[in-house]
Each structure stands twice: as structure tokens, then as C-alpha cells.
């Protein structure tokens, strides 16, 4: 070896035993910055769980109609209905004729049969957890429609949700910004 190298390892080696000889410094954990994260994830955690519970997902084609409403979407049993069939608990009950009417085979006297079959169950099931639960049993409808049905396959669709004890509506639109 150098001499220049000898020295250079030399310092080296007298560099880490003055590091070692250093006594330890107390190491202090700031209270501000830690009661920022702790606020920070307070605050995500409260807006996380304050935002609605529901989750609508609209089926393929369908659109939702946009309005002012600023009334949040209260839990109940969703029903999709668009210009080509009625759909509930993901399987498609009802069809439409072209035009966009039920197909008058489903249909006697506004109430929907195979709707109705299907809500009656929905509500047997929803009456016993209730009644399991000791909590009152919720008969809200949310219906999300699409925005070119016609009237009268909502009224249809209102109709039959009405004769399977169902008391509240609630419709799903997309709010206008």
C-alpha cells in the first residue's frame, strides 16, 4: 500500500471511532406533525363512511336521467327499468316490445306478473330479517329508470311495487352540476 492510501484509511478509521465515541442523541418525535396525520386520516375515515352507502351500477344502455335533486338516495330494493326490459336482483324479468311498452302478455291491468312474483318474495325475505332483527322492516323502492320510458311503464312498475307492500319510492338520477 501507498503511503497515501495508509494515511487515507488511517483518517478513515479515526473518522468512524469519533462517530462511535459521539454520545447518542435523544431522538424526540414531534406531536404536530403526528396529530396532522392523525387529524388527516380522521377526517378521510368520517368522509369515507359519511358518503352513501348504496351503490347503484345502471345496466348496459341505460340512461339515467339528469336533475337538480339534491336529496341523497335512501337504501331500499332496486329496480332497474329501461326501454328494453324491467330488471331486478340482476336478472331481467320483463321484456319490451320495440316501442318500449311491456309486452301486454306480462301485464292485466297495470299490475306486472312476473315483477310482482319477484317483489313478493324480496318482501317475505326483507319481513323475516326485520322481524329477526327486531328493526322495522324498510318498504322502499329505488327505481332507476332510464330516460327515454314512457310514463305508463312507470306508472306499471309503480303499480305492482305498491301491491307488494312497497310504501316509498325513491328515483335515481344523476344530478345536474
Aim: charged share 25%; with cysteine.
Amino acid at each position: 500500500m501507498s503511503p497515501e492510501q495508509e494515511a487515507f484509511l488511517a483518517k478513515k478509521k479515526e473518522k468512524a471511532a469519533a462517530r462511535r465515541a459521539k454520545p447518542e442523541e435523544k431522538g424526540e418525535l414531534g406531536m404536530t406533525s403526528l396529530m396532522d396525520i392523525v387529524s388527516i386520516l380522521v377526517v378521510y375515515l368520517l368522509k369515507s363512511y359519511a358518503s352513501d352507502p348504496i351503490v347503484i351500477n345502471p345496466t348496459a344502455g341505460q340512461k339515467i336521467p339528469m336533475s337538480s335533486a339534491d336529496a341523497p338516495v335512501q337504501d331500499g330494493v332496486p329496480i332497474f327499468v329501461t326501454t328494453r326490459g324491467i330488471t331486478f336482483d340482476n336478472k331481467k324479468i320483463v321484456t319490451m316490445t320495440p316501442d318500449g311498452d311491456i309486452d301486454p302478455s306480462q301485464v292485466q291491468n297495470h299490475l306486472i306478473g312476473p315483477l310482482y312474483d319477484q317483489l313478493a318474495e324480496e318482501v317475505d325475505k326483507a319481513k323475516q330479517l326485520a322481524e329477526r332483527t327486531n328493526k322495522p322492516w324498510n318498504a322502499r323502492v329505488i327505481l332507476v329508470g332510464d330516460q327515454d320510458l314512457k310514463f305508463s311503464v312507470l306508472v306499471d312498475v309503480m303499480y305492482t311495487t305498491g301491491r307488494a307492500e312497497f310504501a316509498e319510492y325513491s328515483f335515481c338520477v344523476i344530478r345536474k352540476s
